[in-house]
């Protein structure tokens, strides 16, 4: 008997489906999406899998056990042929058809980072057929050099962007990954999918707006966090801080921010009548990093400064956001809780390169935002960026907008035909986000509302004090979100909120027990009733903090 008729009769002797990981069986049927053509198929057999920390900014953003699991590893390498072009789609599949839930789950990416694996073994671990692609760039080996820089691709020579690779990496991809991945599941197990899901924070949050807006019809329920949507504007002005020190020239160290940072929790943390270390009623919250200036901190052990007015003058520029000249907004600002020198996972907007006494700082821009500038606006890997200047900036985002509008701000309001899909979407922002101004998300959400009717039936938004971007902080998480949103696609049980929970291990409290809180659906807040604070049953979601507070929030 040859290696394949002894797998066959074995699953038949077995009992179980004739599901078959090898490249074979899925050439005999291959994918065929319309301008594209399959290069290369492999597939083999992965047990006792344990690696899901592989980095991936949508980690940990399911609520898994880690263990060790057992999948069909089928990768795919395709082209549109004459774009010269190769993209990988990579498919995990529960090896065993009673391990599998019926289920499909598209993973989304992080930066320029299209996918991740740590996140495709969380979905497995759950009992679904995950899947992600590439976009066309490896994301494989050091994160920091292939999530932040789009250095390897983004140029086909000084001066010429390869507007085919981004457009892969803006949408097209994620629509080829659909076909491709749905297809290859259910060959394996010759079954079709009950429900496709979607679920990514970032660029993954931003995957899943594209989707909802271009490809109505791939996913029926999907969970777009913190999303990197209105891409050509925020990306830019995510740099403003620095034109600030430029024209201050001054470049405060990180203790300063730090400093200013904790004091702005510290004045506003209470408005919501908890005190917790979180900003939960933001639109409260009036801090002037003026008020502090002269203020006395500790930047390291027995080196006491003062806050400076520059340093405040950088901090409030990060809270309102971009002007133009007349003194309008360009764009949102930042809450006031949101690192402005970043943390252990993300750099800040304010955040300033030092030597190791924490002095002689330079502007140390986030490289993603400053990648964006040289390699698709500027167009030059070398350009040094010290040299913007307000001007220049406000030139930047003219070129951003006309340049990349329709390819990549994913920030189209008209959800119709999602709606008339049957689609739902679940969008959450952390509103400690040191990166991505949740405003954005907010602003959408207004837009999408005013464009479609009775938005509440398929698009729900969720404020998420307290988190950063995409994970860590002291807020609650909402771990649980994907459970949400199968409750609303597959039972129509709309969430009016999502249960959130501390994650301590990425808090500031490492230690502590988790505490429990709703995360209500805007515009409702978590209000205060009485009681333990770590509990979900203490707090009720209602029109604002009201006399909990002990004055009325008017939202
Ligand atoms: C899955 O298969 C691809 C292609 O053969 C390989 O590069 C990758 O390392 C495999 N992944 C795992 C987890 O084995
Ligand atoms: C095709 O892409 C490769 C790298 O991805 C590059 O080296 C080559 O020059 C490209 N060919 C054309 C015709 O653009
Ligand atoms: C976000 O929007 C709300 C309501 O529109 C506003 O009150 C708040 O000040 C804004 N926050 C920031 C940081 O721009």
Known sequence: MSPRAALLFLALATGSSAAICTADAFWKAPPKVFGSEVLD???????????????????????????????????????????????????????????????????????????????????VALGYAAADTDAGHTYFGDMADIGLTSRSWSLTSP????????????????????????????????????????????TG????????????????????????????????????????????????????????????????????????????????????????VGQKYECKEGDTRQITKEAAEVANAVWTGPLKKDG???????????????????QGLAKTKCDSQEKNCKSDPFVISADWIKQFLLKDPDYDLSNIDEELFHNLLRISRQEYHSIMDTSDPDLTPFKEAGGKLILWHGLGDELIFPNGSLNYYERVKEATTDVEDYFRYFEVPGVLHCFGGDGAFPLTALNSLVDWVEKGKAPDHLDGQTLPMFSSKPDAEPAYRPLCAYPKV????????????????????????????EL
């Open 41 to 123: 198929i492999h597939a083999e057999e992965v047990r006792g899998w344990n690696e899901y920390a592989t980095a991936s900014p949508t980690f940990p953003a399911l609520p898994v056990e880690q263990k060790p699991i057992d999948f069909c590893n089928v990768t795919i390498f395709y082209t549109h042929p004459g774009l010269n072009d190769t993209i990988r789609v990579s498919i995990w599949l529960p090896l065993q058809e009673q391990e599998w839930n019926g289920r499909f789950l598209g993973q989304g990416g992080g930066g320029w980072a299209a996918g991740g694996h740590g996140a495709l073994a969380a979905g």
């Open 159 to 202: 001066g010429n962007v390869n507007l085919h690779a981004l457009q892969n990496f803006a949408y097209r991809a994620l629509d080829d990954m659909a076909w491709i991945a749905k297809h290859i599941t259910k060959t394996y197990y010759s079954k079709d999918i009950a429900y496709s899901y979607w679920n990514g924070c970032s």
């Open 205 to 292: 949050g931003r995957q899943g707006l594209t989707l909802a807006q271009r490809y109505h019809e791939q996913f029926q329920g999907i969970i777009s966090a913190a999303p990197a949507a209105n891409w050509v504007t925020f990306l830019v002005t995510e740099y403003y801080a620095h034109i600030k020190m430029r024209e201050l020239n001054y470049y405060p160290p990180i203790c300063e921010l730090q400093a200013i940072t904790k004091a702005a929790i510290k004045a506003c943390d209470e408005l919501d009548g908890v005190k917790d270390g979180v900003i939960s009623a933001p639109r409260l919250c009036g801090f002037d990093a003026k008020s502090i």
């Open 328 to 346: 309008t907004p360009i764009w949102h600002g930042l809450a006031h809780e949101a690192p402005l020198a970043g943390q252990a996972n993300f």
């Open 526 to 553: 978590a209000a205060y009733k009485g009681g333990d604070v770590n509990k979900a049953e203490s707090f009720e979601c209602a029109d604002g903090f009201g006399k909990v507070a002990g004055k009325r929030d």
